[in-house]
């Protein structure tokens, strides 16, 4: 007879079959109710293999079964629909940006029958696989797509999210967007534009690097501002470099622009690092031109490129770092902590792994 493996919560939802003895021969006596049993148990797997791929991306918790598993997830479904509200015309879309007040608002650009990769689609693949199949496959990403602003929408409760379907809505609403490429993401605050990203290649990751870069919010509730101070004049500048010279901290700030897609990408890096560093460096974030006095700091800096990281210590500037890079980052920012403070020898192994790796993109000028 055969057994079926085991469905383990956060494994494979690929099955293969064991066999624990060897199959009947065909004069054996139990032939037919050893075919049947093994009938069953494929009848069994398949439902258990189903059960597994649905609840993909989404693994049982300690002590809870298949079912209600998936009763969790339909329930989280309906509570994060509630937070995805449509809008089908632009004095609605006017109305909600009003009412978001100053929340972080992200909005989805959709369409059932158009689904772009991204800017730079890879090669078509149809001498491997047929034009039907790989049009499934993109609209497979749109829907992983849109199930991950789900989960980014649960994570993040004081972001607003919107909809707009393109298939649906007036050809006006879409157009005032200035869409593109299908899906789109778009971020805005007070109801100015601040950022999009294009496509399904990148698009979730994209988003989730916009929230925490313009909305503060990461996952499990953890908020940016935590670890990363926010400077916008001089006089916060001089307050922050002198709590860190205070206690003994280098201190790091990250000069950045609003519209500058390396500064949101590179962000979760130094977010990270901040979190990795606390005790030892003092992280900051300068958005060049939020303000007319986070652009006078960022001319008084010398800083001409974005992202930009400048380091110092007892309040005098020690070097910075150019480019967005998250290797580069990484290796930099280790090793100025590493001369500037006393590192913990676990961190100046990293660095030492992390310094050599490959560069990815560069800084971006900042002023045109």
């Not at 990769?117 to 849109?146: D, I």
């Not at 609003?258 to 300068?286: E, M, Q, W």
Request: glycine share 6%; net charge neutral; hydrophobic share 40%.
């Amino acid at each position: 007879m055969f057994a079926p493996a085991r469905v383990v919560a956060g494994a494979p939802s690929t099955h293969r079959w064991v066999p624990t003895t060897h199959p009947c021969s065909a004069s054996a006596p139990g032939r037919c109710q050893w075919r049947h049993q093994q009938h069953a148990a494929h009848r069994a797997a398949r439902v258990l293999c189903r059960a597994e791929a649905a609840l993909a991306g989404n693994p049982l918790r300690p002590g809870e079964t298949l079912d209600e598993a998936q009763n969790r997830r339909r329930k989280e479904s309906q509570r994060v629909g509630n937070r995805l509200s449509t809008v089908h015309t632009r004095e609605e879309l006017d109305s909600a940006l009003a009412n978001a007040g100053d929340s972080l608002v992200v909005l989805e650009v959709m369409s059932e029958d158009e689904c772009t990769p991204g800017a730079y689609p890879e090669p078509e693949q149809q001498w491997k696989e047929g034009a039907v199949s790989h049009e499934e496959a993109r609209r497979e990403k749109c829907m992983q797509l849109r199930s991950g602003l789900q989960r980014v929408a649960r994570d993040c409760p004081d972001v607003v999210f919107l909809s707009v379907n393109a298939d649906e809505a007036p050809k006006a609403l879409v157009e005032s967007l200035r869409v593109t490429m299908l899906p789109t993401v778009q971020f805005y605050r007070r109801g100015a534009f601040l950022w999009q990203t294009e496509g399904t290649d990148t698009g979730l990751q994209d988003t989730a690097e916009g929230v925490l870069y313009f909305g503060d919010a990461a996952a499990d509730g953890v908020r940016a501002s935590d670890y990363v101070e926010t400077v916008a004049s001089r006089a916060e500048f001089d307050a922050f470099v002198a709590a860190a010279a205070a206690a003994k901290e280098v201190a790091i700030l990250d000069v950045s622009t609003s519209t500058a897609t390396p500064c949101v990408r590179i962000f979760p890096a130094f977010f990270a690092l901040a979190k990795h560093l606390k005790g030892i460096a003092r992280c900051a974030h300068l958005v060049g031109d939020a303000t007319p006095q986070a652009a006078d700091l960022t001319r008084q800096l010398g800083v001409t490129q974005v992202p930009t990281f400048l380091f110092f210590r007892d309040g005098v500037e020690q070097g910075r770092h150019v480019g967005s890079s998250r290797g580069d980052l990484i290796g930099k920012c280790l090793e100025f902590a590493g001369k500037l403070a006393d590192l913990p020898p676990a961190q100046r192994r990293s660095k030492d792994r992390t310094a050599s790796m490959p560069r990815k993109r560069s800084g971006q000028a900042m002023w045109r």
